[in-house]
Structure formats: C-alpha cells, structure tokens
C-alpha cells in the first residue's frame, strides 16, 4: 500500500490549513523510510520502527511495506490503536505493572503477536500471573540498560539472573534483549549487550533477539554479529535535533508546524500562534525552541502556552515580518509534537494531500 498523493485538483496547501497545524510532506516521508531500511539491511539488521513519533497507522504500514517486520509502541494504548488498524507484530518496549494493564495486555494477545520487556523481578512476576493460564506464553525481553540511565537492568551478569527468572516463570518465554542506548554510544552498547548474551548462554538459555535503536546513532553504528534488531523512530520525520547532530539536513525533515504571526510590538519582537501547546518544550542542548525555517536571523526564543516569542538574532530587528504573515518551525523535537495535534495535514511539496487524524494521540497509558 503506498502513500497518498496530492489531490487530483493538485490545491495548494497555503489555501487549505490554518494555523497553528503540523505539516508532514510525504515526499521526504517516502525517503526517509527507505533511506533507513536500507540502511538497516546493509548492517544485517530487521528492522522494528517505533511509532511514537508519528503514532499513525497509516505511515506504521507504509514502513511495513518497505520492509520492517513489525513495529515497536511505547505504550499500551498505542499498540491497542495499532492492532485495531490491523497490525499484528508489535513490541512495547515499557514494562507494564497493574491489574488493569495486564488484562488489557493479556486481551491484546488474542489478537496479535505482542512482545514486552521487563527489568525487574517484580515486572516478570506480574506478567507471569497474568499469563499462567494462557493459550501460548507471553514473549518477553530483558530491557538494559547500556548507559542511557533510564531503564533496564545495569550488568550483564543481572540481565542473565532475570533471563533464567523469565525462563522459568509459568506463562512466559524468554525472547531476546533489549535496549536504547545513550546519543552517541550505540557502539559502546554492542560490546556490553555481546556479554550479556555470553552471560545468557553460559546459563544455558538461547537468545534470538537483541535489539537495539535511535535514530542519531543509526547511520553511526559499525557492523557487527550482536545487534539482530532496529528500533529506529524520529527517522521518519526527523527534526532539529537530529539536524544539529549531524544525522540529517533541513532537507530531510517531513514534518514543520505552520503558524501566523499575530503580534508584532517592536521592531525586533513577534508573537506567533504556536506556543508550549503545539511546539515542544524540549531543547535538547539549544538555547531556543525551534528554528524558523527561512529566517536565519529570527529566534524562537521563548513560547508560553498559546504563544511563540520571536526576537531577532541581530540589531537588524525582523525585517518584513507582519502581522498575518504565516511562518513554518521545524522543532526541536517531533515526537512530542506528534501528540499535541488531534489532526496534522499531509502535503506533498506545495500541494496539499489529506488531513490525517493522529489516531493514537494521547495514548499514554
């Protein structure tokens, strides 16, 4: 199944959107996707994309079709919104506590091929009550932690002990290793995730799955015979972020938030329709919160809830910029704003595609 293209009647997006809105250009989008699959295959790896950054059902398949054998959610929600479109592989890679959650898992297994994580006893106790009584066990990963410091078990020799605790929990199979690695060290992890699963094997247990991920890091990674298994996410529309690493240009970036000017006070000062509820607060190291695209000399310098602040880089002030004159941010980060829009419109360049309901926006639980 491909993508959408533009309309027939080929209309001009500027015509159709108001502000603020999420614009995602399908041809960088269609790049994107196969740029990183072959990426992926050239190092050996299947490919498992994370879709928190789009949370779409529609571009979930697109990768699909491109190669990926199944998708990663970071929730439970999103993986519900999934399997409901039809999906049937997916990983959440989130350790999942509660009554209420673990039946909701348990149900989600009698439609689709679900895989989840663990770091801890208490995690693998609670899946394994769930899923004693179970048609077929419940796959499960040891998350690691290689150094991101967020979750996942620290030393190769505690990922083995949950591994055997997994092994022998009634309900549940041991499916591999899993982590997400720290910017920049993704090299670093194969060697801690190779005596991991030395430590595993040395126990007597198989290891058919070790997967890794990260966007920054992809096009980073040395080959290698440890890593089976991608999990890249923010690829599909990357954002400044990974432009300031070097990962990817402007160019590359599918997805920018529209907005319109609507202040100008001074001469070096404008306020914008896109604040903390359409742009992310997320800096990732800048000193601002987005950059306006076509305007090196203007700064996204602060947003409060339902305004941007621009000032200028320079005593030249703003220039031309006008109340009622609409301006595009590539943020600093598009996963987060990917889950403050019910609705964010497809374009192909200057023409208008569809506007597409983010279907697993707010699905947090």
């Known amino acids: 199944m491909s993508l959408p293209k533009h309309n027939s009647s080929k209309q001009l997006w500027r015509n159709l959107v108001d502000t603020p809105a999420v614009l995602v250009d399908l041809n960088v989008v269609e790049r994107n996707i196969a740029r990183c699959q072959k990426r992926c295959e050239q190092l050996g790896f299947t490919v498992r994309p994370h879709i928190k950054t789009h949370k779409i059902p529609l571009l979930a398949q697109a990768q699909l079709d491109a190669g990926a054998m199944g998708i990663t959610c970071q929730k439970l929600g999103e993986a519900e919104v999934m399997v409901e479109a039809g999906i049937d592989d997916i990983l959440i890679s989130y350790n999942i506590i509660g009554a209420a959650k673990l039946a909701r898992l348990k149900a989600l297994t009698e439609k689709a091929r679900i895989i989840v994580c663990a770091d801890s006893g208490y995690v693998v106790a609670g899946l394994s009550h769930a899923f004693a009584d179970a048609k077929k066990p419940l796959e499960v990963m040891v998350e690691c932690d290689t150094g991101m410091n967020r979750c996942g078990v620290t030393t190769a020799a505690e990922a083995a002990n949950l591994a055997q605790e997994i092994f022998r929990a009634p309900g549940l199979t041991f499916s591999g ?189």
């Not at 890794?212 to 972020?241: H, M, Q, V």
């Open 177 to 365: 290793l899993m982590t997400y690695p720290a910017a920049d060290q993704g090299n670093e992890a194969i060697t801690w995730l190779g005596q991991a699963k030395e430590a595993c094997q040395k126990a007597g247990l198989d290891v058919p799955v070790i997967s890794s991920g990260g966007t920054p890091d992809l096009f980073k990674l040395t080959a290698n015979d440890i890593i089976t298994e991608y999990r890249p996410g923010s690829y599909i529309y990357n954002d400044r972020s990974l432009v300031s690493s070097g990962a990817v240009t402007e160019d590359d970036c599918a997805l920018s938030v529209l907005t319109t000017v609507v202040s100008r006070p001074t001469k070096d000062r404008a306020a914008i329709d896109a604040g903390s509820k359409s742009l992310t607060s997320d800096t990732f190291g800048h000193a601002d919160f987005g950059t306006v695209l076509g305007h090196p000399n203007i700064q996204l310098a602060s947003l409060s809830e339902e305004h941007g602040h621009l000032k200028s880089k320079s005593t030249a002030g703003l220039g031309q910029i006008k109340v009622g004159d609409t301006l595009r941010i590539l943020p600093n980060h598009a996963c987060v704003v990917s889950n403050l829009f019910d609705h964010i419109t497809f374009v192909r360049g200057d023409y208008f595609v569809k506007h597409q309901t983010v279907a697993a926006r707010g699905a947090v639980k």
